[in-house]
């Protein structure tokens, strides 16, 4: 599978990605994808699959003001991460 960054950024977009991220995590997913089928032994669209699945999981809890592992809230903005009671920047 030759995912174009583009129609994957278009995808995170309509799955709740903030717009102006999806470029970059296209491309990271994209590039995980490819390791993730290699570890595992899978196709490169069943690895993309999983990904989405859990990208999407992460953002419907994150509208939610639940963290996806349900152990603090979730993150104030898109930038940042709550960890336990603490608010930490995303690099």
């Given at each position: 599978m030759d995912a174009r960054p583009s129609d994957v950024a278009g995808m995170l977009?309509?799955?709740?990605?903030?717009?102006?991220?999806?470029?970059?995590?296209?491309?990271?997913?994209?590039?995980r994808a490819g390791q993730l089928a290699q570890e595992r032994g899978w196709g490169v669209p069943e690895a993309m699959a999983h990904l989405l699945r859990l990208m999407a999981g992460g953002w419907a809890a994150q509208s939610r003001g639940v963290s996806p592992d349900g152990l603090g809230t979730a993150p104030a903005s898109p930038s940042h991460a709550t960890i336990?009671?603490?608010d930490v920047p995303i690099p």
């Open positions: 977009v309509t799955l709740g990605c903030p717009p102006e991220r999806a470029d970059v995590m296209a491309a990271q997913l994209i590039k336990g009671t603490r």
